[in-house]
C-alpha cells in the first residue's frame, strides 16, 4: 500500500477514545509532545489502555477537526507503530501522496 493509500485509509478509519463526563477529550499534558489526547484503532486497545470506561468512536479525519487548536491525538500508545496524528500531518501526508502520483504518472518523454 502507498503512502497516499495509507492516510486515506486512515481518513475513515474508525479511532476509539475515553468519553470524559462532559462534552470534549480527556487531554493528557506532556512535557515533550505537549497536548495529547490518546486515541486507539480498535476498541480492546482502548480497554488495555483505559480498562473499563466510557467511551466513543469517530473517523480520523473529523477527529482532527474536533481537537481542541494546539491538541494532537497520540494513535495506539501501546501499541508497535504509535504516531500523533493532527490536521497538518493528514494535509502534509495528501499533499506528499498527491506529489507521489504527479511523478508516477509524469511521462519521461519517452527516452
Not at 477529550?25 to 480497554?47: C, D, K, M, Q, R
Not at 482532527?64 to 504516531?83: C, I, N, Q, S
Request: charged letters at 30%; a negative charge.
Amino acid at each position: 500500500m502507498s503512502e497516499r493509500e495509507k492516510w486515506a485509509a486512515l481518513r475513515g478509519a474508525r479511532l476509539y477514545f475515553q468519553r470524559p463526563e462532559n462534552p470534549g477529550f480527556l487531554v493528557s499534558e506532556t512535557a515533550e509532545a505537549g497536548p495529547l489526547v490518546p486515541v486507539f484503532t480498535s476498541i480492546e486497545g482502548l480497554a488495555r489502555f483505559a480498562g473499563a470506561c466510557g467511551w466513543a468512536s469517530t473517523t480520523a479525519e473529523d477527529l482532527v477537526g474536533l481537537l481542541p487548536e494546539g491538541v494532537r491525538a497520540l494513535v495506539d500508545p501501546l501499541g508497535k507503530h504509535p504516531f500523533l496524528l493532527d490536521a497538518q500531518t493528514l494535509r502534509e501526508a495528501e499533499d506528499e501522496g498527491e506529489d507521489q502520483g504527479r511523478d508516477e504518472g509524469a511521462d519521461d518523454g519517452g527516452s
